[in-house]
């Protein structure tokens, strides 16, 4: 069973340019969750989503981020117009219903010059 | 509000060492604790967690956590530990199912030879 998968592992952006960062969860888990990780700090929950909902949004700035799980394919998280600030490692992990327990995928360098 | 605080930002021991690392969480009902590792430039390893039960929970690498609720804690444990054991260790605690996890901002890990 393959673990979560995120793509690409390192991702490089001028500042302006869009970031688009994908997530596979693990097979049979249908819920998805995006932390960013700050260097020199811990991860910070941005976003939980199902399965073409968004559940919970609290931690996800209010411009320029976006996130969606579709029906088909991985879950997206976008960054539009990318700031040196938004230079970071974004980590997806991903649950089956009901369970407490995340799995986390390698996670996605962002680096904005 | 929940909340993880990890003290030690640094801690270096020498291999072959015991080693204990701190957590203390600020939660309002019976938490959800987990402790990950992060090795460099990559994505994190659950250890071990905590959700109901015996307080001395066992988990891979021959680590061991005790939940203390008297003194919310959830300390890390190894009786020896070993060059491979350098990295970051991050305590967490989840409230419900289904939602996020809060993390402390991580303890770093230095090994002597």
């Known amino acids: 069973n393959a673990g979560v998968m995120q793509n690409p592992r390192h991702l490089v952006r001028r500042r302006g340019q869009e970031a688009r960062l994908r997530c596979s969860p693990m097979k049979g888990h249908s819920h998805v969750y995006w932390y960013r990780q700050l260097p020199e700090e811990g991860l910070k929950f941005m976003v939980y989503?199902?399965?073409?909902?968004?559940?919970?949004e609290s931690g996800m700035p209010k411009e320029r981020f976006s996130a969606e799980f579709p029906k088909e394919g991985p879950s997206i998280l976008r960054i539009q117009q990318v700031v040196r600030g938004d230079s970071a490692a974004y980590f997806c992990?991903?649950?089956?219903?009901?369970?407490?327990?995340?799995?986390f995928g390698p996670g996605t360098r962002l680096t904005v010059t | 509000a929940q909340s993880v605080t990890q003290p030690d930002i640094h801690i270096t021991v020498s291999e072959g060492a015991s080693l204990e690392l701190r957590c203390n969480y600020s939660?309002?009902?019976?938490?959800?604790l987990f402790w990950y590792v992060q090795s460099p430039g990559q994505g994190l390893q659950l250890l071990l967690k905590?959700?109901?039960?015996?307080?001395l929970v066992q988990g891979i690498k021959g680590f061991e956590a005790e939940f203390k609720r008297s003194q919310s804690s959830f300390n890390l444990r190894k009786p020896s530990v070993h060059w491979s054991d350098a990295a970051e260790y991050f305590c967490?605690?989840?409230?419900?199912?289904?939602?996020?996890?809060?993390f402390g901002k991580g303890t770093r890990l230095h090994i002597l030879p």
């Open positions: 905590y959700f109901s039960g015996d307080t």
């Open positions: 989503l199902q399965k073409e909902n968004i559940i919970d």
């Open positions: 992990a991903s649950s089956r219903a009901g369970s407490r327990e995340q799995y």
């Open positions: 967490a605690v989840g409230p419900d199912r289904d939602d996020k996890i809060i």
């Open positions: 939660y309002g009902a019976t938490p959800y």
